[in-house]
């Protein structure tokens, strides 16, 4: 039978309300861990709830969010004008999931499961210093010449030109509309198509913060699994070290995996979270959240970063 969840709001510290889900045990919580799922660019909270439903089946509490500007949390007026930036989606909208987590869950490990931008706003939110363990999956800041050289030139002509000049002409980027992931605010647009490999050059550098954004992502010390997919264009290996190398103090583990590994053709970038994966990757990411080790023959597998 599954489980409804109880949709709900949290407050962030510049005043704005991002809408969240969560499905939760009755009774006593000792040793249950929280799952807070962190979504990838453009895509609303509601594509993980099946696999939200399938942790909770499997004895863990889960909250899922949207980031401002997107699905649940999209603002009354439009995206037109609405002013976002991926500094916002880690430093206030993460960051009000992981103290509501705190406060509503009091004693109960944090975990986070981090779908692609997702492992980059984590090292963002002041609270990631709580968080037990990590699962990021495709986790990347969409620096280009990171991408999958066979395919790196359609995708700048796709993602870094004709998104950025769509979103300058209509005010925030129509996903929805074209069929490409959900509806967009501009300044993510912007800072998307114009990423830096180097952290001090990034299109956020006007952020001023305390700490300073780099050494914020020293400040998180779970365990992490970090998750490759062959044929993910955006998520290759070296797009991967490149976000975990600012996670310094962290423990980090690398699982690079083959559509092949689980008897499939394909997997991609965002099908790792589909329900058809249920009974081969989910599992993987729940013995890692549950226990912080992977199953054989995977976990011969793993290799430690840093």
Not at 78 to 102: K, P
Not at 148 to 157: A, D, E, F, G, T
Not at 292 to 300: L, S
């Amino acid at each position: 039978m599954t489980a409804h969840p109880r949709d709900f709001q949290v407050v962030t510290a510049d005043q704005l309300l991002i809408g969240a889900s969560e499905w939760r045990h009755d009774g006593e919580a000792s040793g249950r861990n929280v799952v807070v799922i962190a979504p990838a660019t453009s895509v609303r909270a509601r594509y993980y709830h099946r696999f939200a439903e399938y942790l909770h089946a499997s004895g863990c509490d889960v909250v899922t969010f949207d980031y401002r500007g997107i699905g649940a949390s999209r603002p009354p007026g439009g995206l037109r004008r609405f002013n976002a930036s991926y500094v916002d989606w880690g430093r206030y909208d993460l960051e009000a999931v992981l103290q509501y987590v705190t406060s509503r869950y009091p004693g109960q490990p944090i975990d986070v499961v981090a779908h692609s931008i997702g492992g980059f706003t984590l090292g963002l939110a002041a609270s990631s210093h709580r968080v037990r363990r990590a699962l990021t999956v495709g986790a990347q800041i969409a620096y280009w010449p990171d991408y999958n050289p066979r395919k790196r030139l359609q995708m700048v002509l796709r993602w870094h030109l004709f998104m950025p000049l769509v979103a300058w002409l209509f005010g925030y980027f129509p996903g929805a509309r074209l069929g490409w992931l959900e509806d967009t605010p501009l300044g993510i647009v912007r800072q998307w198509s114009a990423l830096h490999r180097d952290f001090e050059k990034q299109p956020w550098k006007t952020h001023r913060t305390d700490p300073p954004l780099p050494l914020q992502f020293e400040l998180f010390r779970g365990e992490t699994l970090a998750i490759s997919l062959a044929d993910d264009d955006w998520g290759t290996p070296a797009a991967i070290r490149r976000l975990l190398d600012l996670y310094k103090h962290a423990r980090r583990h690398h699982l690079h995996l083959e559509p092949a590994d689980i008897g499939v053709s394909q997997i991609g970038h965002f099908a790792y979270f589909n329900s058809r994966f249920a009974d081969s990757l989910w599992p993987l990411a729940l013995r890692w959240l549950q226990t912080g080790a992977m199953p054989a023959p995977f976990a011969a597998r793993l290799c430690a970063v840093g």
